[in-house]
């Protein structure tokens, strides 16, 4: 079965500072791996996914994941934080010879200072 | 077009109580999914319904029932409500049963249980 780590339970950076969240899987083949962010008090919204091609994805927000297969690794980017990217980030892997449904990480909390 | 939409957005509920959460989307989706989500656990998925007249456990589904009531509908049932349900719950929707689908996912119901 698949699983998915995040090993930041929080992040605090400084607005208009990079970012970079960290998402490690364990699947041995190819997978479906996605990023969510939830904002305080909502549901989650997906950001971007990756299943094939090129291994940097573009998403929404200006977020980009890159897919490093040798490392089993799929980091959320972000190259100038804004105070409203304050939330909980999730990542998430989907198998494809198994159940079709994600598994998720326990989440990242990022803290964005003034 | 309103996405998923969940009611009620808060409950308090005694010990032994029942009750239904109820979720509802209008993006014609054939899979629906109840999540629940407690601190430093991320999300976790308590039942899911690839299609219209099917339901299946997830995770952690003891303690709770659900109907998928139309392809609209899923709803989650608690029978006697215990202090470890206290959670949010999150009712979420995908196209089918692929596992590249993007979720969507509701508001959440935020469950105190005394």
């Known amino acids: 079965a698949q699983s998915v780590t995040q090993p930041d339970i929080h992040i605090t950076v400084s607005e208009g500072a990079s970012l970079e969240l960290r998402c490690n899987y364990s699947y041995g083949a190819t997978p479906y791996l996605f990023w969510y962010v939830q904002s305080p008090g909502q549901g989650l919204q997906l950001l971007l996914k990756y299943f094939s091609g090129d291994t940097l994805v573009q998403g929404i927000k200006g977020f980009e994941a890159e897919f490093k297969r040798s490392q089993s690794s799929f980091n959320l980017r972000k190259p100038s934080v804004h105070w409203s990217d304050a939330a909980e980030y999730f990542c998430?892997?989907?198998?494809?010879?198994?159940?079709?449904?994600?598994?998720f990480g326990r989440g990242t909390s990022l803290i964005v200072h003034p | 077009n309103a996405g998923v939409t969940q009611t009620p957005k808060f409950q308090v509920l005694k010990t032994g109580q029942s009750m239904t959460l109820q979720c509802a989307q209008d993006?014609?989706?054939?899979?629906m999914y109840w999540y629940r989500q407690d601190p430093g656990m991320g999300l976790r998925l308590i039942y899911y319904s690839a299609s219209e007249g099917t339901t299946d456990k997830g995770e952690v589904p003891n303690g709770y029932n659900v109907s998928r009531l139309n392809k609209r509908e899923f709803s989650l049932r608690l029978e006697s409500a215990a202090p470890s349900q206290t959670s949010v719950y999150f009712c979420?929707?995908?196209?089918?049963?692929?596992?590249?689908?993007?979720?969507?996912f509701g508001p959440g119901t935020r469950l105190t249980v005394l």
């Open positions: 979420a929707s995908s196209l089918g049963g692929a596992v590249s689908d993007t979720q969507y």
């Open positions: 998430a892997v989907g198998a494809s010879g198994g159940s079709y449904i994600p598994t």
């Open positions: 993006m014609n989706h054939n899979s």
